[in-house]
């Protein structure tokens, strides 16, 4: 199954292959420059179906750090698209993440921004409680960003609401401690962000949506109660990629195998939606096992897929399927 095609909304996949978001720390002043074209299309010659750009920040001080991609401006735009142009031409379905960092953020001489003004430990800043009208501003950047991407060509966009970012900061008990509307109903901020978003980007493109499904906190968030949220906003997404963690400084987990595949499995069954399972699938059978089971639709490999740009042709190898090889490439394709 991992090398089944598939179809979300009306894009086609040729695989169930993802290589998901990962941070390269590489872009000055948001700008991609050769190291993403290099990084991103190695991928999509190695034969990956789905590849989703790393975290890009949709306002300066929602950058992760001072070296994270941005598409807050119109100057990201054609570097960005000569990037996706480079791996549609292998046969990828590209996406980026539209991405906030909330009181994460670790950019320099900017003041952070969280739903409450507290920090995520002594090393950050405490952040500025974002009034409604701040809110409403930062929703609209989101929006901005969606039509950007639309313009650089990519195939969907995929909105990070994981790992403890502003987001994810609005979803979670631990960090929502507003007494307002947004404090009350904790999935308001992402459902405008979604709205927003929607009507910014090309209607028939799909919109991906990442969520850590577990908290690893008593007072977080875990599958149902994120599960009880995200059913009211079904209709403003197409598909689910399902992480855990990064809400809460001292979470304790471990790491193992297939460690997230159960939130995976349980946002699948309670939503309805095509699920990506991401964390430690790089074993091809584990990741071929857990499509099998109906417990994934999709699998993001990220670490195996940093260390092996080829890890596709290889897992077909592993798991006795042909697929095409680049043409370039074909003298090898025994060796694998």
Known sequence: MLFDP???????FKNRIVMPPMCQ????????NNWHMMHYAARAVGQ??????EASAIETRGRISMNDLGIWDDKHINPLG???????????????????AGRKSRVLDETIVAPTATAFNDTFSIPHELT??????IIIKFGKAAKRAELAGFDFVEIHGAHGYLINEFLSPVTNLRGDEYGKNKELFLKEVLEEVKS???NEKPVFLRVSGEEYHENGNHPESLS???????????????SSGGIYEKEKYNIFPAYQLEYAEKLKHILHKPTIAVGRLENPELAENALIAGKADMIAIGKGMLSDPHWALHAARKLG?????????LRAKGLV
């Open 228 to 242: 009880a949220m995200l059913s009211k906003l079904s209709e403003y997404f197409d598909a689910l990629h399902v």
């Open 6 to 12: 598939i179809e979300i909304k009306n894009l086609k």
């Open 82 to 100: 000569s990037i996706v142009k480079e791996c549609q031409k292998y046969g990828a379905k590209v996406g980026i993440q539209l991405a906030h």
């Open 48 to 53: 990956v179906g789905t590849i989703i750009f």
């Open 25 to 32: 720390y590489q872009a000055i002043d948001g700008v991609a």
């Open 132 to 137: 409604i009208s701040e809110i409403k501003e």
């Open 321 to 329: 399927v042909d697929i095409e090889w680049p043409e370039s490439y």
């Open 200 to 202: 910014c980007f090309q």
